[in-house]
């Protein structure tokens, strides 16, 4: 049987600010499912010392620079899937995952996710206390970016490391003075390590000592050896491209399944799918929206960013208005597009909703009320939001990068006559192009058996993790077999 370690800085429901967290949660799953001893190592925040199951101590070390740690180990609610969590409350035990209420990153991160790296190394090297001996390391993002090098520079045997990038965007730099009260040695900060223009990188660590790397979809990972989405490594992830391989994220779909969803108000399917109206009315009624079940609602479930192409929605929100649609938004972010989302809310009351923040249920129900789905980011490793509104029978308004280019098909002339359409796919992403595909869009919608086989396309869709499991553990095989 396989055995590995999934190093993780969030899992779903343990912990969660975003994406990392649902594919954390769901993918340990579906690995199990198929046969794979799969343990998540992970940081013990107040969330997940409350919510994992069954919790023992495993042992208690005094560490130097970090002083006293313990390991606990437990489950995760509901799946039985294994989970070790890191015990320090010094490091851990505070409100907010990587930053405080400010919005202000924690100014000890490298330590904390220093540790987190090296206890992966540790318990998944030659030397853990741990009778789980693991055949893979599987590490997740730059907060677990040091634990290949930690492995790198043990003695043999230690097994094999896969690091997945889930945003290149986030990189974890910080200042050289922290390598040393890492505990790493010299040789590793250097231009062939982990050293960035004179800073220390998590993520270039990963990308230069982990075995392989693979990324949340076959588009990214051919799009980050590029100057445009790269941001700055694509040189040496060129340089590592045989090594380098894109799989795309799948979905929880018992969570996110409209026909069981208690977070709606009538469930639906594909096969009867006049409960989505329902939702669409309810959601008007409960965000102070005019009552219309003919008014196209466009709802928008993200984090309010450049990166999300919240800008471009706002600047195109006007000549929206005038082609007849309402608008619901949820997330947060940049403050000032905060600030923006709520006057335009204040000013057109009945029309546009805006709620700051977070809320799973709230955007359950949007996925579900609404008839269109708004993603258009400038860059989207994988994006999750696409496929749940695919699932939900919302359409997406997608723009044509990443795994929004993987997962949806446009709705052309030929796609539509095929049976092969799901939603709306924009090459050049600015407000007159969001504009014309929001008004194609609303040109299918009028014509209702077409848009019906446009949902019932997305609907049926398989994006459950299976697929994608079995191609991490051949990913898995054959680094152990190399």
């Known amino acids: 049987m396989m055995k590995v370690l999934f190093a993780t800085s969030e899992a779903h429901p343990l912990a969660k600010t975003g994406g990392l967290a649902d594919v954390s949660g769901s993918l340990p799953v579906a ?3 198929i046969g794979v001893d799969v343990r998540v190592l992970m940081p013990g925040y107040p969330s997940a010392l409350a919510k994992a199951e069954n919790l023992s101590r495993v042992f208690r070390i005094d560490l130097p620079t970090h002083g006293e740690t313990a390991l606990l180990r437990g489950t995760f609610p509901g799946t039985g899937v294994p989970v070790y969590l890191i015990d320090h409350a010094g490091y851990y035990g505070r409100d907010g995952l990587y930053q405080d209420q400010s919005a202000q990153d924690w100014p000890d991160n ?11 190394a540790w318990l998944a090297g030659s030397k853990s206390p741990l009778g789980f001996k693991a055949d893979v390391l599987h590490c997740n993002d730059w907060q677990t970016g040091l634990a290949p090098a930690f492995l790198n ?26 390598v040393e009260k890492l505990g790493l040695p010299k040789e590793s900060f250097s231009v062939d390590g982990m050293e960035y223009y004179g800073n220390l990188s998590f993520l270039k660590a990963g990308l230069v000592y982990a075995d392989r790397i693979t990324t949340v979809s076959p588009s990214y990972a051919k799009e980050i050896q590029t100057e445009e989405f790269g941001m700055g490594f694509q040189g040496l992830l060129s340089a590592r491209k045989n090594v380098l391989s894109g799989i795309l994220n ?16 009538a469930p639906y399917s594909a096969d009867n799918i006049a409960g989505k109206s329902a ?10 929206l005019q009552y219309n079940a003919k008014t196209p609602l466009l709802g928008m479930v993200s984090r309010m960013t450049e990166q999300k192409g919240s800008d471009v929605v706002i600047e195109a929100v006007p000549k929206l208005l005038e082609l007849g649609v309402q608008l619901v938004v949820l997330g947060s972010g940049d403050q000032k597009l905060e600030t923006t989302w709520r006057k335009l809310a204040n000013a057109n ?16 129900r949007i996925e579900a009320g609404a008839d269109i789905f708004l993603m258009p980011s400038r ?9 749940y509104s695919l699932r939900y029978g919302t359409p997406p308004v997608v723009n044509n990068v990443g795994g929004l280019a993987d997962t949806v098909t446009h709705a052309s002339q030929e796609n539509l006559n095929q049976g092969e359409a799901t939603g709306f796919v924009i090459n050049f992403l600015d407000k007159y192009s969001l504009i014309e595909t929001v008004s194609r869009a609303l040109i299918l919608y009028r014509h209702k058996l077409a848009w019906q086989k446009l949902l019932k396309n997305g609907m049926t869709r398989d994006f459950g993790w299976k697929k994608s499991a079995h191609q991490y553990l051949e990913l898995y095989q054959d680094m152990c077999e190399g």
Not at 250 to 265: K, M, R, S, V
Not at 279 to 288: D, R, T, V
């Open 153 to 178: 520079f043990e003695k043999p045997p230690r097994p094999p490391s896969v690091f997945t990038i889930h945003n290149i965007a986030y990189q974890g730099i910080f200042p050289a003075a922290v």
């Open 279 to 288: 939702n669409k009315l309810s959601l008007q009624g409960e965000l102070g």
């Open 379 to 387: 860059f989207e490793p994988c994006g999750l939001n696409q496929m």
């Open 250 to 265: 799948g979905i929880d779909t018992q969570e996110w399944n409209p026909a069981t969803d208690p977070h709606l108000y």
């Open 349 to 364: 009351p009945g029309r546009i909703a805006v709620v700051i923040g977070y809320n799973e249920g709230l955007a359950h």
């Open 31 to 33: 690995l199990q499912d």
């Open 110 to 120: 490298a330590l904390r996710f220093g540790l987190l790296s090296q206890f992966a």
